[in-house]
């Protein structure tokens, strides 16, 4: 077991030597001290506006971000913490005693850092420390793709291999920091970026071009996983960043037929709510249902539960910064189903539905209310329930790691706050390739 350190401010004035690579990694490196620099769009500068028909709270620009920092100085807090290395950051996931991190948990943590730049004066020195923990922690299986679970002694347990959706936030998180400190300095974050979007489309991807695979595990040997997926793998907001700085086709295509399996499980299996399953299978002959129990993780796989959670975010944001009306729809089918089931009040959402509408529990978390925030921007006619989303988000006591860390990142897209890295300006020339 590696050494641990307590405090980030030790961690990381103690880094020093280069990043050590595993085998079969590629070599792009990251010093082990990188210089602060100043970020080209702070937070709070909404560099991008939305799509025309997104909705906002009626709460000013100004208390928005009040809020947001408040609850980011909190995540922080909590869950910003020392890898096992000098020079490492992770956010602690904790989904197990024995649990440090896990890859979702990563890109989270990046996506959330390049956004709160210029608020958090130390964002890329903290972002570079989590970009030496991804370099240590590659899969077995595929260089760039990161091991998807360590535990508290910071070793590969679980299963030396990847769970794409980390991989997916990891890399966008990646192309947010090319563009919030330039890739001409100390840390080339496009290369990077770059590296694990190529990683993605060979393994992570199935192998007509159609949705995410499940992990770099899943083969085609492997007929119950290669044709199936996790539905809130659908970020077509990422896809479009991806195919900016990608010459393969694959991220073009991956956004019509995602989108096409969501619309298509929404209209045969929940056309009376629009609620869609942790994952989907029978892929193999374009019929998509939801998926069976015991499927993946157990009884909630074919329920709109703690995966499901997280797709009114990525169909939001992907309608917010694209203005395409297909990740709308979708996105308004949940959003219809929250005000009508919650009756306008968000306590009475809860944490898990039958693809029917009946609730599998009798609470109300934010892993759930935080992305419904989101998805209601989509419906222009719903101020009064937005601002009810709004006022609960950023007043609800805090709870563990996914709930605060979901909420965290409907926050920021709900203030206005998002923005697309494709769509921002370099802000230094990017180095010869």
């Given amino acids: 077991m590696r050494k641990r350190f307590h405090s980030i401010g030790v961690l990381l004035a103690l880094a020093s030597g280069g990043c050590v690579k595993k085998p079969g990694s590629e070599p792009i490196q990251i010093p082990a001290q990188t210089a602060s620099r100043a970020p080209q769009l702070p937070f709070g500068a909404r560099p991008q506006a939305y799509a025309p028909g997104a909705l906002l709270p009626s709460a000013t620009p100004d208390a928005r971000d009040a809020a947001v920092k408040s609850f980011y ?60 923990y991804h370099r240590m922690h590659q899969s077995g299986i595929t260089s760039g793709i990161m091991a998807w679970y360590q535990n508290t002694g910071c070793a590969d347990v679980g299963g030396d291999n990847g769970a794409i959706d980390g991989d997916l936030d990891i890399a966008y998180g990646l192309l947010l920091a090319d563009k919030q400190w330039g890739s001409c300095g100390d840390v080339d974050y496009r290369a990077h970026a770059e590296w694990v979007i190529a990683a993605i489309s060979r393994r992570g991807i199935d192998g007509q071009g159609r949705y995410p695979l499940l992990g770099d595990w899943v083969t085609p040997d492997n007929i119950k996983h290669y044709h199936g997926t996790r539905v809130s793998d659908f970020m077509g907001s990422h896809f479009r960043a991806f195919s900016s700085v990608s010459s393969d086709p694959v991220w073009n295509g991956i956004i019509p037929n995602t989108y096409w399996i969501a619309e298509t499980l929404q209209a045969r299996y929940a056309s009376a709510t ?19 129990f015991g499927f993946l993780e157990g009884a909630r796989d074919g329920s709109y539960a703690y995966n499901a959670c997280r797709i009114p975010l990525r169909m939001g944001t992907d309608f917010l910064l694209s203005g395409d009306e297909r990740p709308r729809k979708i996105a308004q089918r949940l959003n219809a189903f929250a005000a009508r089931v919650s009756g306008g009040d968000p306590k009475n959402l809860r944490g898990g539905y039958h693809l029917d509408g009946k609730p599998m529990v009798d609470y109300e978390t934010m892993a759930f209310t935080g992305p419904f925030a989101v998805g209601a921007m989509t419906d222009p006619k719903g101020q009064a329930w937005l601002d009810a989303l709004w006022e609960h ?12 860390t979901l909420r965290m990142l409907s926050l920021i897209a709900v203030s206005g706050n998002w923005w697309a890295p494709q769509k921002a300006e370099s802000p230094c020339p990017p180095p010869a390739r």
């Fill in 393 to 404: 988000s950023t007043t609800r006591e805090p709870e563990s790691y996914y709930a605060d």
């Fill in 274 to 292: 629009g609620l869609l399953p942790d994952f989907a299978e029978d892929l193999r002959t374009n019929n998509p249902k939801p998926a069976q």
């Fill in 73 to 132: 100085d909190h995540w922080k807090a909590k869950y910003l913490k020392p890898g096992c290395n000098p020079g490492e950051l992770v956010v602690n996931s904790k989904t197990k005693p024995t649990n440090l991190t896990v890859s979702e948990a990563h890109g989270y943590g990046m996506i959330i850092l390049a956004y709160m730049a210029g608020h958090d004066a130390d964002a890329k020195t903290e972002f570079d420390a989590l970009i030496r």
